[in-house]
């Protein structure tokens, strides 16, 4: 329900606690450092070799076929300074409605400005009087709402991050989203994957917040082996042939826009 924004350098001031293999197999501590701990607190490692590791966190299934995980952990604390945010939708006051899955940040040109977007399951909440949240569907060639809702919702945070506490200044709804998300070299547009709904969702910064810029981008991509005897079998057994949206990359000079399809092929788009 939030997302870790460290201050500092991990590489250089975090605290770490690591495990290593020595030269006959066994696991060792070389060094311990209060922070961050991939171990656990009986001083058990998860530098564990199939078949040659002596530790006793390993059982012998986990000898024989795959690294122990040996109860490892991490905190966010690791960093100094390091502050652990909630993704604040004030949906409800109770904070229940707060968004979840933060999947993916995007610094602005600048370094002013944060982009954190969330993909996931963050879709049927209710108020606190118990009414069903809901958000407009838009129509992807005007912008404009079409009358109908829905209650799937991720979100794009947007945070000014020019000062010591990162500050959020947006929260953008949409209905689906993947893990695409990319600045152009102004500073002043961003883009994000639609996921399923096979659609890229440009924005444009206008009096000072950014907004939707319609027409938005429909790929039209096609499901995976249309127009195939397989196709409408896959779909009868409940799989998913369809494009997914996933990474976003943008040419230098801002013409062109790639989108990586995660389940059919690449594609690309100029717009």
């Excluded at 870790?4 to 991990?10: G, Y």
């Excluded at 300074?81 to 968004?99: F, I, K, M, P």
């Excluded at 995660?262 to 100029?270: D, I, L, Y």
Aim: proline share 6%.
């Amino acid at each position: 329900m939030g997302a870790i924004l460290p201050r500092n350098n991990l590489s250089s001031r975090a605290d770490l606690r690591y495990r290593s293999l020595d030269a006959a197999g066994g696991c060792h501590v070389p060094a311990r450092f209060p922070g961050l701990d991939f171990a656990d607190r009986n001083g058990r490692s998860d530098a564990c070799v199939p078949g040659r590791c002596r530790s006793s966190c390993c059982s012998k299934r986990t000898r024989r076929h795959a690294r122990g995980n040996c109860g490892q952990r991490i905190t966010p604390a690791a960093a100094a300074g390091t502050q652990v945010l909630r993704l604040h939708t004030d949906l409800r006051s109770d904070e229940n409605a707060d968004a979840a899955n933060a999947v993916t940040t995007a610094l602005s040109p600048d370094g002013f400005t944060l982009l954190i977007l969330t993909s996931g399951s963050n879709n049927s909440f209710y108020k606190d009087d118990g009414t069903p949240i809901v958000y407009d569907v838009l129509d992807p060639t005007t912008g404009l709402r079409t009358g109908q809702t829905t209650s799937s919702a991720e979100w794009v945070f947007v945070y000014d991050v020019t000062g010591p506490v990162p500050v959020q200044k947006q929260k953008i709804n949409l209905p689906v989203t993947y893990n695409g998300l990319l600045w152009d070299g102004s500073g002043t547009r961003f883009y994000v994957s639609g996921g399923s709904n096979d659609i890229v969702y440009p924005f444009k910064k206008t009096n000072g917040t950014f907004q939707l810029d319609a027409p938005f981008m429909l790929l039209n991509t096609g499901g995976q082996l249309d127009n195939t005897i397989a196709g409408p079998a896959m779909q009868s057994f409940g799989l998913a042939p369809w494009a997914v949206v996933a990474g976003l990359g943008l040419r230098g000079d801002g013409s062109t826009l790639y989108a990586a399809e995660a389940r059919v092929r690449p594609v690309r788009g100029e717009w």
